[in-house]
């Protein structure tokens, strides 16, 4: 069975703050890609990043940086220096074979002036 | 990148109305596309997946003759609330993929129901 598992319900930072969003997942395909998008309240989602499961490596992109560690099957975000446009809802993906993408519960941040 | 549309993006209707909603791929063929449904501060639920020419694969739970699903194009894939009720208010996001992007959908930016 395929699971994403986003413990945080909701996360309150400070501005400038550094703030780490959790993501688990579960599957047992060999192959599959997992992607972080972002909810702002407009509710069009913003695609952040995807990883496909052969490729461990870290990815910094400018505030944001991504570790992802199948031995623990974790894709954490991190946002570096958070800003009040950071408040959004984060979703973290899972796909699997033929294209079937599922959601964790989500990740509601809010970041403070 | 590729973009998805939907029209419309926001529609109110009274109970026992039906309404469609449209996803349309603007810049490429989309052989696959997904309907999603999203309540209020929960996540995308997966309602159906449509092949073009086919008839769409619905997730369990969801009923078919409920949420019609049309994908006709390569480009266009309709939902389809049929006699809709209070209860089907909620936030619908389509999704699409096809030959030219490599594994990854791309969502549109979702269609707000609301039924009186």
């Known amino acids: 069975a395929q699971k994403v598992t986003q413990a945080q319900t909701e996360i309150s930072v400070v501005e400038k703050e550094d703030v780490t969003l959790d993501c688990v997942y579960e599957?047992?395909?060999?192959?599959?890609?997992l992607f972080w998008y972002k909810q702002p309240p407009s509710g069009e989602l913003v695609f952040l990043i995807r990883?496909?499961?052969?490729?461990?490596q870290n990815e910094i992109s400018g505030r944001y940086s991504w570790n992802f560690q199948k031995s623990t099957s974790s894709f954490n975000f991190t946002i570096t220096a958070s800003q009040v446009v950071d408040s959004a809802v984060y979703f973290c993906a899972l796909c699997t074979g033929g294209f079937k993408t599922i959601f964790g519960a989500g990740t509601r941040l809010f970041v403070k002036a | 990148g590729a973009v998805v549309s939907q029209h419309p993006s926001w529609v109110i209707c009274k109970s026992g109305t039906s309404v469609k909603i449209e996803c349309r791929s603007l810049d490429f063929q989309a052989t696959t596309m997904f309907w999603y449904r999203q309540f209020p501060k929960q996540s995308l639920m997966l309602m159906a997946t449509?092949?073009?020419?086919?008839?769409?694969?619905?997730e369990q739970g969801v009923e078919k003759d409920k949420f019609l699903i049309n994908h006709a194009s390569l480009t266009l894939s309709t939902l389809t609330v049929t006699s809709a009720h209070p209860e089907d208010s909620s936030f619908y996001i389509c999704s699409a993929e096809g030959p030219t992007t490599y594994n990854e959908q791309f969502f549109g930016p979702g269609t707000r129901l609301t039924v009186l």
């Open positions: 990883r496909n499961s052969f490729d461990e």
């Open positions: 449509s092949n073009e020419g086919s008839k769409a694969t619905y």
């Open positions: 599957t047992r395909d060999t192959t599959y890609y």
